[in-house]
């Protein structure tokens, strides 16, 4: 990415600390980090598990607050927000991709991916809406199978699906949590190649994986140990 | 919006359908009891004022005992001859705030083949019924006093009496009632007279009788008895206001000296009698007002019980959708709607099986059952209340689950 500097800075985190109770201890998960965000990265988060790789998505995700530091997303500082101001942005700014895909099984696969929107408190056209949702599902190559349950349907698709589903509001940037984790090898290969498709058309997206192959496929490494950045590259 | 979450969670309701009907039955049950609980409560307040109706009201009815053989022997011994006519002007005297005063007696006689369906009663009165009873003519007058004095053969007919006479029912015609013609004078008017299998106090269908003078009544004497005298009631209407009871203790002072202070009558007060009847009623209402209540506090704790359990299997879900930007209030509101339809549902099946409960009273006790339109919305309104009662606490559990410790659940 040689242009990054003439692109919109999406994400900025500043000395970001994350502490809390468990039991009698407290655990130090994030110690300080400082990271930086274009638009239209693909950037993969190494680490082994208890490096705070996972409470980090969770911040970037506005699911959780820090205890120090600042994150700005979009321009905007987020990190003290009340509890519906981050519903907000989770619902209007942020797609997630889970590991185990987190569908729901007694609604269709239209149903799914209309979820979102259900939450974005904005007033949309019908058609308007279901137009956008079977964009997003043409372009995971799923349109064929909107009326489908989750349960009709292999890991490999039900992940499109959940793609889709992050997709389909077309959100500041994706946040996939060990997308390929549930997947065999060929499936896994599939859905990367779909990400990095996705990503050549300007979607932003950070995957989380402590799988050296899948970060492999991402132009931008940051590796993370003991709540600490300790790498960060290019490829 | 709304639309939405009322889909969803009848979705999600369908989902488990043996569960969610076994959890609505409490409330079923409860709705159904309320349901016909008020349609009894109403139908038995509707009687007793049809009731009060046809005995007209501020009335005491004076009642000759019947007497057993025993009995009379005793009564002619204190040289009581009964319920007379004089009894009847004593009280005239000596009752205060009386306005009107009618002796009855009931006339056995045989009467022309063509009233034999009618079976009708023959009463003989005078023109004080008529004020008592609030009795309108069709046709012709009604037995007044000089027709009383003069022992006039008369007769007055109610409505389904001329009716069945067919022409001979006409003003005019003669009435053949044992072996004396009596001239048909006046026909009442119809009025409504319901009869009521468990009504207090037996009262005559006016629309079924003959009314003579009293007095005119003796040339049907077959033979000489003392009964010959006796009246079979009287009838007496005070003004308004006025404390029935008391009054009632006026009479018992006059009549039992008379009587010898022999007890052949009985006093009867119908409003106190109607009292008691809704005294009853209230009991009743309370007793089954409880198992409604108790049935809906046990529904709502089922439906409480089978919500909790809902939230706990879908953890997952309520992780998911927070992360898809819910907000607290979007699960809040969500699961609330899940059990508001939920009991809802069991209510408004309640109200159909109560609605059907109460017009299977009604055939198969006789008990006079309506249903009202409010009975159904009070009801639909406490279920709807235990309904968001119960849902609050498993609705408010969903909605305060961390995101993240919910995504993470298996």
């Keep these: 990415m040689l242009n990054n500097a003439s692109r919109q800075i999406i994400i900025e985190l500043k000395g970001l600390m994350k502490r809390y109770q468990m039991g009698h201890s407290i655990v130090h998960a994030l110690q300080g980090v400082d990271l930086k965000v274009v638009q239209g990265e693909l950037l993969a988060i190494m680490g082994a598990s208890g490096s705070g790789k996972s409470t980090l998505l969770h911040l970037l995700g506005c699911l959780d607050t820090p205890t120090e530091g600042k994150y700005l997303l979009d321009q905007k ?8 101001a981050l519903a907000e942005i989770r619902a209007n700014k942020i797609g997630f991709v889970f590991q185990s895909f987190n569908l729901i099984p007694q609604l269709t696969v239209f149903e799914n991916v209309a979820m979102p929107f259900l939450y974005q408190r904005k007033e949309q056209d019908k058609e308007m809406l279901k137009k956008m ?35 389909a509001t077309k959100p500041l940037l994706i946040l996939a949590d060990e997308p390929t984790g549930n997947l065999d090898s060929e499936n896994g290969k599939s859905i990367l190649q779909l990400l990095k498709g996705l990503n050549s058309r300007g979607v932003t997206i950070i995957i989380v994986t402590h799988d050296p192959s899948v970060a492999a496929h991402c132009p931008r490494l940051v590796r993370m140990k003991d709540g600490r950045i300790i790498e960060e590259r290019y490829t | 919006m709304i639309q939405e979450y009322l889909l969803r969670s009848l979705r999600s309701l369908m989902l488990h359908r043996l569960r969610t009907l076994l959890s609505t039955l409490g409330i079923l049950f409860g709705v159904v009891a309320v349901v016909a609980m008020l349609s009894i409560g109403e139908g038995a307040k509707q009687e007793t004022l049809k009731q009060i109706e046809q005995l007209g009201i501020n009335t005491l009815i004076i009642r000759q005992n019947s007497l057993s053989e025993e009995q009379q022997g005793n009564a002619r011994s204190k040289k009581s001859r009964g319920l007379t006519v004089e009894d009847s002007l004593k009280l005239n005297k000596g009752v205060p705030h009386l306005l009107w005063q009618a002796p009855v007696k009931v006339i056995k006689a045989s009467l022309p083949g063509t009233l034999q369906n009618t079976a009708p009663e023959i009463l003989a009165v005078t023109n004080d019924y008529k004020e008592i009873k609030g009795l309108r003519l069709s046709e012709g007058r009604f037995i007044c006093n000089a027709d009383k004095e003069r ?25 053949r009632i044992g072996s004396i013609p009596f001239q048909i004078l006046g026909i009442l008017q119809s009025t409504e007279w319901q009869e009521s299998k468990n009504a207090v106090i037996a009262s005559t269908n006016v629309n079924q009788a003959i009314f003579i003078p009293l007095g005119s009544e003796e040339g049907l004497r077959t033979y000489q008895t003392p009964e010959n005298d006796m009246l079979s009631e009287i009838i007496l209407q005070v003004q308004p206001n006025q404390d029935l009871w008391s009054i009632s203790q006026v009479i018992d002072n006059i009549l039992s000296r008379l009587h010898g202070n022999f007890q052949d009558y009985q006093i009867v007060l119908p409003q106190a009698l109607l009292n008691q009847a809704q005294q009853t009623q209230r009991t009743f209402n309370l007793v089954l007002g409880s198992i409604a209540a108790i049935s809906l506090l046990v529904g709502g704790i089922g439906i409480m019980n089978m919500m909790l359990a809902n939230v706990s ?55 006079n059952t309506i249903v009202t339109v409010w009975s159904l919305l009070l009801s639909l309104g406490m279920a709807a209340g235990v309904g968001i009662c119960s849902g609050l606490y498993p609705a408010y559990q969903a909605a305060i689950l961390d995101p993240i410790v919910a995504l993470r659940k298996e």
């Excluded at chain 1, 500082?77 to 519906?84: H, I, Y």
């Excluded at chain 1, 997003?136 to 490999?156: C, D, F, K, M, Q």
């Design chain 1, 133 to 167: 949702i079977t964009e997003s599902l043409t372009s995971v190559g799923l349109a064929h199978r909107i009326n489908h349950h989750p349960y009709e349907l292999s890991g490999g698709e039900m992940q499109r699906v959940a793609i889709a589903r992050a997709l």
């Design chain 2, 313 to 367: 299997e879908r953890v997952k879900e309520i992780g998911i959708r927070r992360a898809l930007g819910a907000t607290k209030r979007d699960i809040l509101l969500q699961f609330l709607t899940e059990t508001l339809l939920l009991t809802l549902s069991g209510a408004i099946l309640g109200a159909i099986i109560g609605v059907c409960c109460a017009f299977a009273i009604n055939y198969f006790a006789g008990w």
């Design chain 1, 77 to 84: 500082e987020v990190s003290n927000l009340s509890d519906n």
């Design chain 2, 151 to 175: 022992k006039n053969l008369i007769c007055v007919l109610g409505a389904e009496v001329a009716r069945s006479l067919g022409t001979a029912g006409h003003k005019g015609k003669t009435l």
